[in-house]
């Protein structure tokens, strides 16, 4: 599931920054539930969500984004 795999992404990066779900969720705007649903891959990232967690982790998308050949 292509929405698992940005889950992921998305927490491992919030952590190896140190941000709680708290701190990114406020930071984006966003409710904690909404964030915890995007990393668990119950729901999709829009593109917009994408682009603040990438400049507020201060990463770009293209390292955000799951490698292709990513497995479950």
Known sequence: MEADKWGRRIRAFRKLK???QEGLAKD???SVSLLGEIERGNRQ???ELLLGVAK???ITVEELTPPQDMQD
């Open 18 to 20: 140190g941000y709680t």
């Open 28 to 30: 984006l705007g966003v």
């Open 45 to 47: 990232p829009s593109e």
């Open 56 to 58: 507020i982790l201060g």
